[in-house]
C-alpha cells in the first residue's frame, strides 16, 4: 500500500499592503531560486535610485550600514545562502515577490545582495507560460500595467524604510554573538563586536589583513553562509526523516 508523505518545511515570509497592492515576500532556497530564475526576465535597475538610497546617509554617523543590514536580512528571512561571489559580495537572500492587485497576482524573483559593499535588489519577472518566446538573457524594462518603475521604486523605498524601523525596534531584545564579514575586493570589513555594528574600509590590503588578523585573536571570527551538505546518506536521512503528517492510499493498485 503506498503511502503519501507531506513534509512540511518551515519558510520565512513578510507580508504588507500599501498603494492598494499587497505584497509578500517568500524566503526561497537554492534550489528554488534557480529553477524560478530558468523561467523568468532580468528587469533593468535604476542606478538613480540605488545612488540616492546609498549616497543619502553615507556620512551619518549612525546609518544603516552593512552590518545592520545583514543582521536584519538574517532576522526577517533567515541565514544567507551560499550561492555568492564571495570575492565581491558575503551575503546573498532570494526571495519569491508575490505581487495582488486589481489586475491580477503577479510573481518575481527579488535577488537581495551586497556588491563590492552596496546593496542591490535585483528582479526578474516569472514567466507562468511562453517560457521559451522570450530573451532571458538580456535586461527587461518594467512591465508599466504589472510593476511599473514608479511602483519598483516606491516598493524598495518602503522596504528599505521597513528594515531600518524593524532593526530599530529589535536590536535591543535580539542581541546577535560577535561576526566578522569580509569583501575583499573593496578591502571592507563589518560585523558585530562590543554592542556595536561596524563597517570599515581599509585603504590597503596590508592593513586590511592586519584588521582581520587582530580580529581573530579577539576571538571574532569570520561568519560565512553554511555550505550544503552533499553526504548523500546524510541528504536521504534529511528527506525521510522530515515527515510530519502521513497520508495513507488504500485501494488496489
Same mark, same amino acid.
Given at each position: 500500500?503506498?503511502?503519501?508523505?507531506?513534509?512540511? +518545511? %518551515?519558510?520565512?515570509?513578510?507580508?504588507?499592503?500599501?498603494?492598494?497592492? +499587497?505584497?509578500?515576500?517568500?524566503?526561497?532556497?537554492?534550489?528554488?531560486?534557480?529553477?524560478?530564475?530558468?523561467?523568468?526576465?532580468?528587469?533593468? %535597475?535604476?542606478?538613480?535610485?540605488?545612488?540616492?538610497?546609498?549616497?543619502?546617509?553615507?556620512?551619518?554617523?549612525?546609518?544603516?550600514?552593512? &552590518?545592520?543590514?545583514?543582521?536584519?536580512?538574517?532576522?526577517?528571512?533567515? #541565514?544567507?545562502?551560499?550561492?555568492?561571489? #564571495?570575492?565581491?559580495?558575503?551575503?546573498?537572500?532570494?526571495?519569491?515577490?508575490?505581487? %495582488?492587485?486589481?489586475?491580477?497576482?503577479?510573481?518575481?524573483?527579488?535577488?537581495?545582495?551586497?556588491?563590492?559593499?552596496?546593496?542591490?535588489?535585483?528582479?526578474?519577472?516569472?514567466?507562468?507560460?511562453?517560457?521559451?518566446?522570450? #530573451?532571458?538573457?538580456?535586461?527587461?524594462?518594467?512591465?508599466?500595467?504589472?510593476?511599473?518603475?514608479?511602483?519598483?521604486?516606491?516598493?524598495?523605498?518602503?522596504?528599505?524604510?521597513?528594515?531600518?524601523?524593524?532593526?530599530?525596534?529589535?536590536?535591543?531584545?535580539?542581541?546577535?554573538?560577535?561576526?566578522?564579514?569580509?569583501?575583499?575586493?573593496?578591502?571592507?570589513?563589518?560585523?558585530?563586536?562590543?554592542?556595536?555594528?561596524?563597517?570599515?574600509?581599509?585603504?590597503?590590503?596590508?592593513?586590511?589583513?592586519? &584588521?582581520?588578523?587582530?580580529?581573530?585573536?579577539?576571538?571574532?571570527?569570520?561568519?560565512?553562509?553554511?555550505?550544503?551538505?552533499?553526504?548523500?546518506?546524510?541528504?536521504?536521512?534529511?528527506?525521510?526523516? %522530515? &515527515?510530519?503528517?502521513?497520508?495513507?492510499?488504500?485501494? #488496489?493498485?
Amino acid at each position: 500500500m503506498p503511502e503519501v508523505i507531506k513534509q512540511m +518545511k %518551515e519558510r520565512r515570509k513578510v507580508e504588507f499592503e500599501k498603494n492598494n497592492i +499587497k505584497y509578500q515576500l517568500w524566503r526561497l532556497d537554492d534550489f528554488e531560486y534557480r529553477t524560478l530564475r530558468q523561467s523568468s526576465l532580468p528587469i533593468k %535597475e535604476d542606478y538613480d535610485f540605488y545612488w540616492n538610497i546609498h549616497y543619502s546617509e553615507r556620512y551619518c554617523e549612525d546609518r544603516f550600514n552593512l &552590518a545592520k543590514l545583514f543582521i536584519t536580512l538574517t532576522w526577517l528571512f533567515g #541565514d544567507s545562502s551560499d550561492f555568492i561571489d #564571495d570575492w565581491k559580495g558575503s551575503f546573498f537572500f532570494p526571495i519569491l515577490l508575490v505581487l %495582488e492587485k486589481k489586475q491580477g497576482k503577479f510573481f518575481y524573483v527579488l535577488s537581495i545582495y551586497d556588491h563590492r559593499g552596496s546593496i542591490t535588489f535585483m528582479f526578474y519577472k516569472v514567466l507562468e507560460t511562453d517560457v521559451d518566446s522570450y #530573451d532571458k538573457n538580456v535586461l527587461h524594462e518594467p512591465l508599466e500595467l504589472e510593476f511599473s518603475r514608479k511602483e519598483i521604486n516606491y516598493f524598495l523605498n518602503y522596504f528599505y524604510g521597513f528594515m531600518e524601523g524593524y532593526f530599530e525596534s529589535l536590536k535591543k531584545i535580539h542581541v546577535p554573538q560577535p561576526f566578522l564579514k569580509k569583501i575583499d575586493s573593496n578591502l571592507i570589513l563589518y560585523g558585530y563586536k562590543d554592542n556595536e555594528y561596524f563597517e570599515e574600509h581599509y585603504e590597503s590590503e596590508e592593513t586590511y589583513k592586519t &584588521a582581520i588578523q587582530s580580529f581573530e585573536l579577539e576571538g571574532v571570527s569570520e561568519l560565512k553562509p553554511q555550505k550544503k551538505d552533499n553526504d548523500v546518506k546524510s541528504f536521504l536521512q534529511t528527506i525521510t526523516g %522530515e &515527515a510530519v503528517e502521513k497520508t495513507i492510499l488504500s485501494g #488496489d493498485f
